[in-house]
């Protein structure tokens, strides 16, 4: 039930291809394992799923637990892998419209998201929607300097305290940080804020199965159990360093395979609307992860068959340069049952009887066929059900064949220098001090 697989045969990739890059796998895997375990490195999360901190997760679910007694909304402030992760599972594995569900139908609080943009007209809007009820901020952070979710916990910080008062606001306020330095970090020790940690050894995009995602995960009534679970099996399936049994590594390498016959552009395709943030989170991995020295596959995303009434033109007949990653749930959660019209007005009758899935899976088939004929290889990849152990699975899958894939690239999947290169220029023009040459 917990099983990913890989389907490559509309990629247009040989077998002997693949295996061609047997050798460049197995020295990566070995580095990778003598990596992680080192603390001044980013390869942490390879066995989390195995070794995380017991006590913190503990920990993470008393605190959800809290937060659940006694908020109507959490509010997450961060950016980036700080607050995509959590997001993506958080609306892969509830109502479509959790959100908008009453509080006593939802019986967890509202999830809202702030301190990703510099937006004042949407922070204005969440205030508004907060509202007077009783909230918690979860602020996740390495440094507490990072200007947007900065700028939103000072915001949002100085509002519970006059709602609720210095001492109540500080047992409303939960921090995840570094360990042992940082702005955020001496702020919480002196305001006695609960603390958890985010691991010196694991980079923020790789960082959604540690206290970063887990705490508002559990929080939105999932079970974080479940969740590593899945992410278990995972690491376990793909310790094999033979690319010939491991289907993660596969994906690497046929990404990189595409990428030198000039598909450089990767588009993530699903067919169900609660994906949409496990998309970003994607995307996010592989654009940080592999775009660096003018190298890389661009990474996209598209939800079918609504884009098929949009982007769906490009992608069948537009520029060569593309190959997609298809996520196939094999059972959907729920169904519908279309019934026949005595009219029969909109000409829908043929499928009567049939189950609105059957259709759904129908267009796929139907627009990987247009596709495929149309030269944009095809990635499939199925998984059973929409679950907290496939998401765990998933997410594993991702983060270990995004790191084999950047090193047969040859950069370094886990740093971003060229994320810091606007943050120059834009402290420059708000005057920030050792900023002026």
């Known amino acids: 039930m917990f099983e990913v697989k890989i389907d490559l045969k509309n990629s247009g990739i040989e077998q002997k291809e693949i295996m061609e890059y047997s050798k460049t796998v197995e020295s990566i895997h070995k580095e990778l394992n003598e990596r992680a375990d080192k603390e001044d490195d980013f390869v ?33 402030i961060g950016i980036g892998g700080s607050y995509l992760g959590a ?25 809202l998201y702030v301190g990703n943009n510099l937006s004042p007209n949407y922070i204005n809007d969440l ?23 900065a700028i939103a916990f000072r915001i949002f910080r100085e509002m519970i305290e006059n709602k609720y008062g210095i001492e109540e606001a500080q047992r409303r306020i939960f ?25 010196d050894n694991i980079g923020g995009r790789y960082s959604v199965l540690t206290a970063v995602g887990l705490l508002p995960i559990a929080v939105a009534g999932i079970d974080i159990d479940k969740l590593m679970e899945g992410a278990r099996v995972a690491q376990y399936k793909y310790e094999d360093s033979k690319l010939k049994y491991n289907e993660c590594y596969q994906y690497a390498v046929a990404r990189n395979i595409l990428y030198k016959s000039e598909k450089n552009i990767e588009i993530l395709v699903n067919y169900e609307p609660k994906m949409h943030f496990f998309t970003e989170w994607w995307k996010q991995l592989y654009g940080e992860s592999e775009g660096k020295e003018k190298k890389g596959i661009f990474p996209a995303g598209v939800e079918f068959t609504t884009d098929l009434h949009s982007m769906g033109q490009y992608i069948q ?18 169904n519908i049952l279309i019934n026949s019209d005595e ?28 596709h495929i004929s149309g030269d944009v290889p095809n990635i499939m990849i199925n998984m059973q059900k929409l679950n907290e152990e496939t998401i765990g699975h998933l997410i594993y899958f991702f983060e270990k064949a995004c790191a084999v894939s950047g090193m047969i ?6 740093n971003q220098p060229g994320v810091e290169e606007y943050k120059k220029n834009m402290f420059k023009l708000l005057e920030k001090p050792g900023y002026n040459n």
């Not at 029969?344 to 189950?355: F, M, P, S, V």
């Open 44 to 76: 942490g999360w390879l066995k989390l799923p195995s070794k995380y901190d017991k006590e913190e997760f503990n920990k993470i679910k008393k605190s959800a637990e809290k937060i659940v007694e006694n908020s109507e909304v959490l509010v997450v």
């Open 87 to 111: 997001r993506a599972v958080i609306e892969s594995l509830t109502n479509t419209f959790y959100n908008m569900l009453p509080y006593k139908k939802r019986k967890h609080p509202q999830i």
């Open 127 to 149: 205030i508004e929607i907060i509202g007077d009820r009783d909230f918690s901020i979860n602020v996740i952070s390495k440094s507490g300097t990072t200007t947007e979710p």
């Open 175 to 199: 921090v995840t940080t570094d360990k042992q330095r940082g702005a955020l970090k001496t702020l919480a020790d002196e305001e006695g804020y609960e603390t958890f940690v985010i691991p």
């Open 317 to 334: 007949d537009g520029r060569r340069n593309l190959f997609e990653t298809v996520i196939n749930i094999k059972e959907p959660n729920s």
């Open 343 to 370: 009219n029969n007005l909109d000409g829908l009758n043929y499928l009567a009887g049939k189950e609105l899935d059957y259709v759904n899976k129908k267009a796929m088939e139907g627009t990987v066929e247009a």
């Open 409 to 414: 690239l040859g950069v370094d999947p886990f």
